[in-house]
């Protein structure tokens, strides 16, 4: 089977040159993809420009359309975000108005070019918020064609108030974490797997 | 292959004895999976005695188990839900708490009981708050076991403010409501197929 | 000055005859409302018939009656839901509804009934969704015609995963739940007098 | 009475080179200000740059401050956003998290910096969401320090699916929106003017 290629777009408000939490917990999921033969990319969205808008190309060094070819060519694509305001972060939904951008073109079968693709989230914050984030996060994708398995929602957040972030201490042992980093890494590769071999009927879903 | 079974479980404020808009949107896609030869059921939860709470069964004359049942008998379930300040129902978040209560039984493989069904989301309003309905029933189908497939949200809604309900006039005729009742329907289809030939492996989603 | 009436409606899927930990948050903003001489009441909504629907009196035995009298009566109204599944309870929902369809009464002056009234939102769950849980619940008051001081929304949650609840332990010793029931109990009290003494003219939102 | 000022922050995507519907509903409500002697401004966010993150001053040709002093300077705050995938922009996000990341400055009482501030919404799309968005940007504000008044969540949307937008045809001469319009500029007006004559007393809401 040909070997399956996971694209993570981690919109943390930092550029690379600091640590991200939220980039923390994905990389448990990479160590899952890694020991299973999945390839994994992570795009650190802030170090990109990415201007407004919802044009495929925004024109003028706009370099989103460098992270929409990864998109393309990913079976899987999981969208992480740090929590805001008890929300998924700016960039993150500056990444879905440009994924909806693109979202009218199509496959050789005239189907979204999101079809066949699998989605799914990571999110954490210091506290209280990650559900409302993720919810946000996979209705996007679905919504524009990605298909949503079953418990891709993972997330760390701490106790109400401010307090430590995923590293900072204890994060990386929650069970419940832990558990659901195995569902999302496990149920994205088996459902791309299936796509793979079972690509969706081209009846009653494309474009015109 | 076997017959696939959808159950729409409409979270209407009113009992059956009065017609439901939402109803009427379920329907144009029950038109379709009948001619597709997929059976469908729709319960109209309002008519049933479901008590608050989270377990399987409240006792005295709880009426959940009975809806239960036939969750687990379908391979397909859409939750169907009007609008109320921008959201979905009460009753539909009642539904979705006596799910949830539920969603710790397993299959076979020791799997959620969910696993390889596949949801979705019919809302109509008169204006406004489709979507925020919409993804918070499909992240709930997800979170406890459900695939969501791509663009399996169909809504109705007018203009902002009062104004005619889906049934009244010219809510049958909207193309857009008509092309995603067609891709609820169909896809909705193509994966429970798929799912029904290729299940969900039990490799890391399995509950302890 | 008038004493000021602070009405809680504890929407908890669980009747009075079972401790709710939201209530065990709400009883500390009502020590504080006690010092200050506000007099406070704890709805238990569980406990009342409150048949689904958007009408003032559902008929058949409907005992929100009882229950929108008393939010008449009261200058602060709290609304206080747990979690589950990440947002407010189904019983919250109905409660909102319920307002939602009293609100087209007026006042002597011709505004919604619920204007010069002040709302708060109280929240626990064992982790997760307090802020979206309490977004709603402002938002609905606030639609409907109260006014929503700075920091009214009170929670507390525990880290990611199952876990303790509120009253277990240690919750109660929040610093950030703390000084957060403080602002409540203490902006609520201060806008509510300061609405009393200078009530919102008729002028451009009177209801026709 | 001092005259108040008003400043709307209007999230659109695109810059003040084109229209924004957004704009052209807040125009409405800038109109009934005119004619009450309260003085408006409008900052199109997009013409600045306003780089992601959480501090007050991000450096390297950050120009949030300019318009964070916009903010300080105001009574009366209203958070304009378009709408998409049934959300507020983006940009209106990354206000909030910029908002956010002031939060901790505090008034010559020691309160947060924002109160006695008055805020408000106003959304257009050319189809539902309207309400979400509304939510999510009172929300933000009320948690950081602003009053909501009653009924300040001013929308227009169109039928469900593509469709025109606000100003394209009809738009604004929809009855509810013009009602909301008025309800919008009164109550803002009327409770920045309560404020003004009666500040929120300093009692149980300093910032420690």
Request: glycine letters at 10%; hydrophobic letters at 35%.
């Amino acid at each position: 089977m040909a070997k399956l290629k996971a694209l993570f777009l981690n919109a943390s408000l930092k550029s690379s040159e600091e640590p991200s939490n939220t980039e923390g917990l994905a990389q448990e999921v990479i160590d899952i993809y890694t020991k299973e033969g999945v390839e994994s990319e992570i795009v650190r969205l802030a170090d990109y420009h990415i201007p407004y808008g919802i044009e495929k190309d925004m024109g003028e060094g706009d370099e989103w359309p460098l992270i929409f070819e990864k998109v393309i060519n990913s079976d899987i694509v999981i969208l992480c975000s740090p929590i805001w305001l008890g929300e998924k972060s700016s960039l993150a939904m500056a990444a879905i108005e440009r994924l909806y951008g693109s979202s009218s073109e199509t496959n050789e079968k005239g189907q979204s070019i999101f079809y066949n693709k699998v989605g799914g989230a990571v999110v954490t914050g210091n506290e209280d918020g990650a559900k409302n984030a993720a919810s946000s996060l996979l209705y996007g994708l679905s919504h524009i064609g990605f298909v949503i398995p079953p418990n891709v929602d993972t997330y760390w957040v701490g106790e109400a108030g401010p307090g430590p972030s995923y590293m900072d201490e204890g994060g990386q042992e929650n069970d419940f974490t832990k558990k659901h980093v195995e569902m999302l890494a496990c149920n994205t590769m088996h459902l791309a797997n299936i796509f793979k071999e079972n690509p969706i009927p081209a009846k009653g879903n494309t474009m015109e």
